[in-house]
């Protein structure tokens, strides 16, 4: 079973830039056909897929993002990060980090989300 923990700020202003970390347990974040994505949930709405970063390191975002946000990896630490540009109060939501064996959109295991809010 994969083990996930979110890291990162509970409060930036807007504008500025949001970078969280995930930390992978008991499987590397290389080991083939792993996906690893980045998923947040606004206060009364529903789920948003943000971007995944592959076992490969090839990455892909929601177009809706585009221009906004970054995903990298540190493989020597099993990690994977989310940078998000320019945020605004519409960006406040729980952030979670998730995984997928084969198929890139089918989340077997969960981080438990950490609380970012925008506010200045």
């Known amino acids: 079973q994969v083990q996930l923990q979110e890291s990162g700020p509970d409060l930036v202003k807007p504008s500025q830039t949001v970078s969280l970390t995930c930390t992978v347990s008991?499987?590397?974040?290389?080991?083939?056909?792993?996906?690893w994505s980045w998923i947040r949930q606004p206060p009364g709405k529903g789920l948003e897929w943000m971007g995944a970063?592959?076992?490969?390191?090839?990455?892909s975002y929601s177009p809706s993002l585009l221009g906004n946000i970054s995903l990298s990896r540190d493989t020597s630490k099993n990690q994977f990060s989310l940078l998000l540009t320019s945020v605004s109060p519409g960006d406040t939501a729980v952030y979670y980090c998730?995984?997928?064996?084969?198929?890139?959109?089918?989340?077997?295991?969960w981080g438990q989300g950490t609380q970012v809010t925008v506010s200045s």
């Open positions: 998730a995984s997928a064996h084969g198929t890139p959109f089918a989340f077997g295991s």
């Open positions: 970063i592959a076992y490969d390191g090839k990455t």
């Open positions: 008991d499987v590397s974040i290389t080991t083939n056909y792993y996906y």
